[in-house]
């Protein structure tokens, strides 16, 4: 098997519906991934674990979704030097509005790139991190290529 370049971790289960997004986005482009759940309110030892020896196991982007208080993707980001991409898990409560600004405004030091609420968010993750990994990867990137390719020609001229 091949060992996974992108990983993904969210707070809860009831995050995977919307960061499985992110997941088939890698599969269609050939990206070995791996997702887990990691909370840094309810797993905080399993976070500083899973953070710590990201690099060492190779990872070379990490997505971390989160909703509500959304602290995952800012203590990922304070533990590794990986690129993080964080996803606003959308809440009942707020919406979301509440996730993307945990997750966006960060101190000047510790960035996270953070994407759009909920699923298109989760894509766009996942399209994000198989372009930082198709810097240095010729094949992907045309993988990437040849699915905004297709992606383009689906979109009809005619409004109905
Ligand atoms: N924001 C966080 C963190 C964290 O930031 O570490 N851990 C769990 N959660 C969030 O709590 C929400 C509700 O979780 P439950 O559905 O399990 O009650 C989820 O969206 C999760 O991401």
Redesign the pocket.
């Known amino acids: 098997m091949t060992a996974p370049l992108v990983g993904i971790v969210?707070?809860?289960?009831?995050?995977w519906a919307t960061m499985k997004r992110a997941a088939e986005i890698l599969d269609k482009l050939g990206v070995p991934h791996e997702a887990k759940v990691?909370?840094?309110?309810?797993?905080?030892q399993r976070?500083v674990e899973y953070a710590t020896s990201a690099t060492a196991r190779g990872f070379k982007v990490i997505i971390?979704?989160?909703?509500?208080?959304?602290?995952?993707?800012?203590?990922v980001a304070s533990m590794t030097r990986l690129p993080v991409l964080g996803v606003p898990?959308q809440?009942r409560a707020l919406s979301g509005l509440d996730?993307l600004l945990?997750i966006v405004q960060m101190p000047g030091g510790v960035p996270v790139g953070t994407l759009a609420i909920g699923e298109a968010g989760a894509v766009n993750a996942g399209l994000l991190a198989a372009q930082i990994l198709g810097l240095s990867d010729p094949a992907l990137a045309e993988r990437i290529e040849a699915w905004r390719a297709e992606q383009t020609a689906q979109v009809d001229e005619a409004p109905e």
């Open positions: 969210m707070g809860s289960r009831s995050d990691v909370s840094a309110h309810r797993t905080p976070l971390a979704g989160a909703g509500g208080a959304a602290h995952l993707p800012g203590m898990v809440s996730s945990s």
